[in-house]
């Protein structure tokens, strides 16, 4: 079974900050996906990945494959980014605990 | 409405009794998703489908039985809720499956409550 590690698990920042977010998995998998879930608890898709990385306004993902890792990073963060992230692993759907991110105005 | 929908959002039962939760999706992707997100946990698979009539069990899918007999519905029953059971349910849907699948939609959560 796939254990994937989320870090931190909580984090405050403030507004401005470049904020990074880091998944680790244990058993290789072809590709990686980021979710954000809303303080409402709403659940969207963000970022699918199978190497490299991807850009997404000011998020962005990036991932190592052989060394079964992935970051999510956000630029000039705002409060409105504030929000539990989660990454899960292509491999029959493994979730981790996810990263409760708040942003202070 | 286009979308995924989950019905009822908010349930209060009592341990033993029969309850199921709806899933509705209008977009016709072939697979679909329950879950359910406990503090702790996180998100964990029950169930999915990839068509109709088409189930698989996920990581934890002991006391609930799934359903598909149209593509667009995906009920999750509970046939005797105990305490356990408590947590926040969510359904998705995606066109393709796991380790295919590029996105996966997701409906709004049911909070259940098993007294």
């Known amino acids: 079974k796939n254990e994937v590690e989320q870090s931190p698990q909580n984090l405050t920042a403030q507004e401005g900050e470049f904020i990074t977010i880091n998944c680790s998995y244990s058993v290789g998998i072809s590709a990686l996906h980021w979710l954000q879930q809303h303080p409402g608890g709403g659940i969207v898709s963000l970022f699918m990945l199978s190497s490299g990385k991807k850009k997404h306004g000011r998020l962005i993902a990036t991932i190592n494959i052989q060394e079964k890792h992935s970051s999510l990073h956000i630029t000039a963060s705002h409060p409105r980014d504030s929000a539990v992230y989660i990454c899960a692993a292509d491999d029959g759907l493994t979730f981790g605990k996810g990263t409760h991110l708040i942003i202070q105005p | 409405d286009a979308g995924i929908t989950q019905s009822p959002r908010y349930k209060i039962t009592e341990t033993g009794r029969q309850v199921t939760l709806m899933c509705h999706q209008t977009w016709s992707h072939s697979y679909m998703f329950w879950y359910r997100q406990d503090l702790g946990h996180g998100l964990r698979l029950i169930y999915y489908s990839a068509a109709a009539d088409i189930t698989d069990k996920g990581e934890v899918p002991d006391g609930y039985v799934v359903s598909r007999s149209k593509t667009e519905n995906f009920p999750l029953t509970l046939e005797s809720a105990t305490r356990s059971q408590t947590s926040v349910y969510f359904c998705?849907?995606?066109?393709?499956?796991?380790?295919?699948?590029?996105?996966?939609?997701f409906g709004p959560g049911t909070r259940l409550t098993v007294l």
């Open positions: 998705a849907s995606s066109p393709t499956g796991p380790r295919t699948y590029i996105e996966q939609f």
